[in-house]
């Protein structure tokens, strides 16, 4: 069964400074990755996904994610955080294959952005 | 185009009660699925649809019964709520299993 790993519950950060939201999963074969956005009283927000390709990827909002196979990792980053990114943030993996395939969540990581 | 739509948006119930919460999408998915979220746990798998027909059960299913009425909508039901129940839940869809996620914007129970 694939887990994800969000070490960082609570990240607080400047405005205008760089940021990097740590994700490692555990699967055993390659996966599907997400992160996903909430802000406080909404629902969750797709950022930005890795199905195969490019290790890179880019989101919405400035974020980019890169998969690292040989760390088990998928970190968000994004070069100069604004107050609007202030939100919880979860990575989540999904399995390949044929039938159903559950997508699992990590538990969040709440940031803040101070001025 | 509304997405993902759940209703009710919040709900006190008292211990024993029954509720029904309601889900639809209108974006033809072919999966849909109820979470719970609690602090500190992240989102977890209740139940799920992977298609119109047919119902699983996900991580914490115990207390709950779903619907799938149709290919739009997914129904979650309690019981008899207990106070454990109380949390926030989303509904969301997604056009096959596995595949990005739509979500609805929750519903915050509490059970008294």
């Known amino acids: 069964a694939q887990s994800v790993t969000q070490p960082d519950i609570h990240i607080t950060v400047s405005e205008g400074a760089s940021l990097e939201l740590r994700c490692n999963y555990s699967?055993?074969?390659?996966?599907?990755l997400f992160w996903y956005v909430q802000s406080p009283g909404q629902g969750l927000q797709l950022l930005l996904k890795y199905f195969s390709g490019d290790t890179l990827v880019q989101g919405i909002k400035g974020f980019e994610a890169e998969f690292k196979r040989s760390q088990s990792s998928f970190n968000l980053r994004k070069p100069s955080v604004h107050w609007s990114d202030a939100a919880e943030y979860f990575c989540?993996?999904?399995?390949?294959?044929?039938?159903?395939?559950?997508?699992?969540f990590g538990i969040g990581t709440k940031l803040q952005v101070i001025p | 185009n509304a997405g993902v739509t759940q209703t009710p948006k919040f709900q006190v119930l008292k211990t024993g009660q029954s509720m029904t919460l309601q889900c639809a999408q209108d974006m033809n998915h072919n999966s849909m699925y109820w979470y719970r979220q609690d602090p500190g746990m992240g989102l977890r798998l209740i139940y799920y649809?992977?298609?119109?027909?047919?119902?699983d059960k996900g991580e914490v299913p115990n207390g709950y019964n779903v619907s799938r009425l149709n290919k739009r909508e997914f129904s979650l039901r309690l019981e008899s709520a207990a106070p454990s129940q109380t949390s926030v839940y989303f509904c969301a869809s997604s056009k096959n299993s596995g595949e990005k996620l739509f979500f609805g914007s929750g519903t915050q129970l509490s059970v008294l």
């Open positions: 989540a993996v999904g399995a390949r294959g044929g039938g159903y395939q559950k997508v699992t």
């Open positions: 699967y055993g074969a390659t996966p599907y």
């Open positions: 649809s992977a298609s119109e027909g047919t119902t």
